[in-house]
């Protein structure tokens, strides 16, 4: 994969050609180039009783967002950098007037058309990117654990719940997602979903 290239056209292969336009404006950064793409929408956020008992730590390490609310005003700048071949996610959640709750994690591609999305805490998801029609859906391979540079799996999934994800088109400037946790045991875990407008798309 070369510096001119969306991150996302190897992952996703032959399908890159086929696939609706908005999501070529949503995956259009390139890696080794300072792009950034802006999305913004609302979201519905959800999560047990399970978790809310552990929103202190979510806010600590800035991972998830440990809130459960409806109609959340959302903006998600896609960012690539020139030193760096990976991709990363800057969500910011509007929560009141002097209240934005930052979440961001960075995707590296593991080949093929599976990647980790890595959070600060240093544990990552390592999923699937796979497009069915109009979706692109998220499929869970299991959880890993960097060390340093080190990286290994984390055999987590039995605790930590499995993850699924899809995004879908509306139109060339719209798409909808859904992102949700369940457990083996307890069943739901947590949820968030919504729909974005491709706001900005600026290739360095």
């Known amino acids: 994969m070369t510096g001119s290239r969306p991150f996302f056209e190897a992952i996703f292969g032959e399908d890159w050609a086929i696939m609706p336009k908005v999501f070529h404006a949503h995956y259009a950064n390139r890696t080794h180039k300072r792009d950034v793409v802006r999305v913004s929408g609302k979201m519905d956020i959800r999560q047990s009783w399970i978790m809310r008992l552990a929103a202190p730590l979510f806010r600590m390490t800035k991972t998830l967002v440990p809130i459960d609310r409806k109609v959340v005003n959302t903006e998600v700048f896609f960012r690539t950098h020139v030193d760096s071949d990976a991709f990363w996610y800057h969500r910011h959640f509007h929560l009141g007037m002097d209240d934005t709750y930052v979440f961001v994690s960075r995707l590296e591609h593991m ?73 083996w045991l307890f069943g739901f875990l947590y949820s968030y979903s919504g729909e974005f407008e491709i706001a900005e798309v600026n290739l360095a």
């Open 111 to 183: 080949g093929g058309n599976q990647v980790t999305e890595w959070t600060r805490s240093g544990i990552g998801w390592h999923s699937t990117f796979t497009l069915d029609g109009t979706r692109v859906r998220l499929g869970h391979i299991g959880y890993r654990i960097k060390l340093g540079r080190l990286t290994m799996p984390l055999p987590a999934t039995w605790l930590f719940g499995v993850p699924s994800a899809w995004e879908e088109a509306i139109d060339k400037n719209h798409f909808r997602m859904e992102m949700t946790i369940r457990h």
